[in-house]
C-alpha cells in the first residue's frame, strides 16, 4: 500500500527554525511536494524535490532522500503568519497528476 | 485574474438526495482534481482528469460522479449512495496531469447533512 507519516503538531516561537518530517512507503515514487492550509481554506503549493537534495525558496527550503523515504520542509525566521497545517504528498508515477496526502502537520507559532 | 472557483461555499443535503458542487477554472489547465478532506485530516482523491471528456476515479470515488465536458468545468455530484458525505470538498487544477505540477485548489465546498 501507500502511507506517509508526519508529526501531527509542532509548536515553535517567532524567529525560530523548525523541521517538519515526512516518511513514506510506496510505489511508483514521482516526487515529494509541500502544501501549506491556513485554517478552512485552500492548500497552497511550497515545494516540490523529484531528486536528493535540498531546494530553497525564500524562508521554506524542502529536503529529500529517496533511498530513506524521507523528506522534510524546514522553515527559517518564523513569523506569526506561518502558524497553519503543512502536508506532504508524494506523486505517482503512471496515474496521471495523483497525488498521495500525508495527514497534516499543525504549526503554532507563539510569540 | 486567473483562478479556481468553486460554488457554493456552503451546502446542506437531505437524505437520498443528490448534490452537486461547482469547479470552474480559467487558467487553461489539462488536469482538475477532486479531493474531500474531513476535519484533521488530509486530502482523498475522489475523481481526476486528466483532459477534457475523460476521468479517472481516485481512491474513495464510491458515491460519486463527475463530469469534463468542458476544460473549464469539473462538476462533482455527491450521490444518496455516498452515506456519509459531510466533509470540506476541494477541487484543483494543474497545466497537466503530471505529479511534478503544482495544483491550484479553490477555497472549497462545505457541505453537511440536514
Known amino acids: 500500500g501507500q502511507s506517509l507519516e508526519q508529526p501531527s503538531e509542532v509548536t515553535a516561537v517567532e524567529g525560530a527554525i523548525v523541521q517538519i518530517n515526512c516518511t513514506y512507503q510506496t510505489s511508483g515514487f514521482y516526487g515529494l511536494s509541500w502544501y501549506q492550509q491556513h485554517d478552512g481554506g485552500a492548500p497552497t503549493f511550497l515545494s516540490y524535490n523529484a531528486l536528493d537534495g535540498l531546494e530553497e525558496t525564500g524562508r521554506f527550503s524542502s529536503f529529500l532522500s529517496r533511498s530513506d523515504s524521507y523528506g522534510y520542509l524546514l522553515l527559517q525566521e518564523l513569523q506569526m503568519k506561518d502558524s497553519a497545517s503543512y502536508f506532504c504528498a508524494v506523486g505517482v508515477g503512471n496515474q496521471g497528476g495523483k497525488l498521495i496526502f500525508g495527514q497534516g502537520t499543525e504549526l503554532s507559532v507563539k510569540p | 485574474d486567473g483562478g479556481i472557483t468553486q460554488s457554493p461555499k456552503y451546502l446542506f443535503r437531505k437524505e437520498g438526495q443528490n448534490v452537486t458542487l461547482s469547479c470552474e477554472q480559467n487558467?487553461?489547465?489539462?488536469?482538475m482534481y477532486w479531493y474531500r478532506q474531513d476535519p484533521g485530516q488530509g486530502l482523498r482523491l475522489i475523481y481526476y482528469?486528466?483532459?477534457?471528456?475523460?476521468?479517472q476515479k481516485g481512491d474513495i470515488a464510491e458515491g460519486y460522479s463527475v463530469s469534463r465536458e468542458k476544460k473549464e468545468s469539473f462538476p462533482l455530484t455527491v450521490t444518496s449512495a455516498q452515506k456519509n458525505p459531510t466533509a470540506f470538498y476541494l477541487c484543483?487544477?494543474?497545466?497537466?496531469?503530471?505529479?511534478?505540477?503544482?495544483?491550484?485548489f479553490g477555497d472549497g465546498t462545505r457541505l453537511s447533512i440536514l
Open positions: 484543483a487544477s494543474s497545466m497537466v496531469a503530471s505529479p511534478n505540477q503544482p495544483q491550484h
Open positions: 487558467l487553461n489547465h489539462d488536469a
Open positions: 482528469s486528466q483532459i477534457v471528456n475523460d476521468f
